[in-house]
């Protein structure tokens, strides 16, 4: 099978575009109807929904954001009846109330149709297992891949995250072809398939579909060569669906992930003037749920920063997003230059000599900003270090550290544009919170 709907997945940009219109003209009249909110909403901007035509229109429509989420919590912004409510998820929310969504039977369907088409697009196949090791709960993700994988005809085992040593077990044992799960998680078990010396060969896996988190190409690679898969990336949230809302096609690996727009209308839009940016240019991912029930959303801010394109691909019609830079409150400006913590991260990850524990302490001298990157050597090569002569920060006084700090130094300009002061620690220097986590920007300009 090259993809699970055929019709959907390659028609023309045209047609495409008019029923993308045709949806969002019934979705506005429908919101405008059945939620106050949006009623509130068009009412203010001045706005019928006889005045949008079609998906050119879109943009003077207000955007909807987190808080209105959180300020009709819990159920305010639902279109139907509670009755019509089959399914409620809800997202973690790093602050107070989580974010919850609802979905009507029709819309289980679509997120069982999307998740199908990007289980296809990643190079799984009917009769294939899927070891299904994303959390189960109200995170979308777990059901989410579940239902999809249901649909497609692969036999789902519903292992949810954790539990290292039966993944293992799992994977050796039932021989699934294909796993899910966040990049980090794929990476833990990569290792410990490793420390624990299990060979390849007693595994069947050849795709690993990961998202949930940013993830960078050195992770892709790390999973690639530790589990001896195709790692293949899936994005998506629960306010627009949950995961499924793009993926990358297997046979395109690293060009971008396409988005199913026949369901969810992408634009990029300025952070700071919401003003939409010329294809191919980054800025905040914002969506309009075309055919969602119980819970559409028109012109949701995700505050993800990414970009789209159209590839024009043999394959499919429908546009790519890029990766994920982070998110838009993420975002660090330094000397004129947009900067996500994440860039460094993806350059420091090329060095087998340094851990992923890292923090920029940015600051202002004058006019002048500058960053510092702090980051810990990995653990073994630390110890060599160590036995070979006394530690000390200063690079220059140790020939494989001098070397690295260099390196890394030279990789950080050419690779993001801005110079930076790099201090290479000790193994578990840099202070954690109390709940363990490393900030990861210390910005001492605020
Ligand atoms: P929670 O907030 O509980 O984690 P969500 O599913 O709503 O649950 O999280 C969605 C967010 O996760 C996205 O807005 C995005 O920031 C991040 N995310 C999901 N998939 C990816 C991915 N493939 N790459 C980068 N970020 C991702």
Redesign the pocket.
């Known amino acids: 099978m090259r993809y699970f709907n055929p019709d959907i997945e390659t028609m023309p940009l045209s047609r495409l575009r008019q029923l993308q219109s045709e949806r969002l003209r019934n979705l506005t009249a429908y919101l405008y109807e059945r939620v106050p909110f949006y009623r509130k909403q068009l009412d203010e901007a001045g706005i019928r929904p006889s005045d949008i035509k079609g998906v050119e229109s879109l943009h003077k429509l207000p955007f909807t954001r987190k808080f209105h989420l959180r300020d009709y919590y819990p159920f305010g912004l639902f279109a139907v009846p509670q009755q019509e409510v089959i399914r409620i998820h809800?997202?973690?929310?790093?602050t107070g109330k989580?974010?919850v969504v609802g979905y009507t039977r029709q819309d289980i369907a679509v997120f069982s149709e999307v998740v199908a088409r990007s289980l296809v697009a990643a190079g799984c196949q009917p009769g294939m297992k899927l070891q299904n090791a994303y959390g189960y709960g109200?995170?979308?993700?777990g059901l989410g891949l579940h239902y999809g994988a249901e649909l497609l005809g692969m036999a789902v085992i519903p292992v949810s995250g954790g539990m290292t040593d039966r993944q293992l077990m799992l994977l050796q044992d039932f021989q699934p072809e294909a796993i899910a799960c966040t990049?980090s998680y794929a990476q833990t078990l990569a290792e410990q398939l490793g420390h624990r010396g299990i060979g390849l060969d007693k595994l069947n896996l050849r795709t690993a579909i990961?998202?949930?988190?940013?993830?960078t190409e050195a992770v892709r690679q790390q999973v690639e060569i530790g589990l001896g898969v195709n790692a293949i990336?899936?994005?998506?949230?629960?306010?627009i669906i949950?995961?499924g809302v793009s993926n990358e096609d297997f046979e395109e690996k690293g060009t971008g992930?396409y988005i199913w727009e026949d369901h969810f209308f992408p634009e990029i839009v300025d952070k700071d003037t919401g003003e939409p940016v010329p294809e191919g240019a980054y800025g905040v991912l914002v969506f309009t749920t075309l055919t969602k029930q119980a819970m559409p959303l028109l012109r949701y801010w995700?505050?993800?920063i990414t970009n789209i394109y159209y590839e024009h691909s043999e394959k499919r019609t429908h546009i790519k997003m890029g990766?994920?830079l982070g998110?838009a409150d993420d975002m660090l400006i330094i000397r004129g230059v947009n900067l996500f913590h994440t860039q460094v991260e993806a350059v420091i990850s090329f060095f087998g000599q340094l851990s992923p524990s890292y923090q920029l302490i940015v600051s202002r001298e004058g006019a002048m900003d500058g960053v510092e990157v702090k980051v810990e050597l990995e653990p073994v090569f630390y110890r060599q270090l160590v036995l070979s002569g006394p530690w000390t920060e200063a690079s220059a006084n140790n020939p494989a550290l001098y070397a690295l700090h260099h390196e890394l130094t030279k990789k950080i300009k050419d690779n993001i544009g801005l110079s930076m002061k790099i201090t290479l620690c000790e193994p578990g220097s840099i202070p954690r919170s109390e709940g363990g986590k490393l900030s990861r920007v210390v910005d001492l300009r605020k």
């Open positions: 809800a997202s973690s929310g790093t989580p974010t109200l995170f979308t993700g990049p990961l998202g949930a988190e940013p993830w990336n899936i994005y998506g949230l629960s306010e949950g995961p992930s995700t505050n993800d990766t994920i998110r």
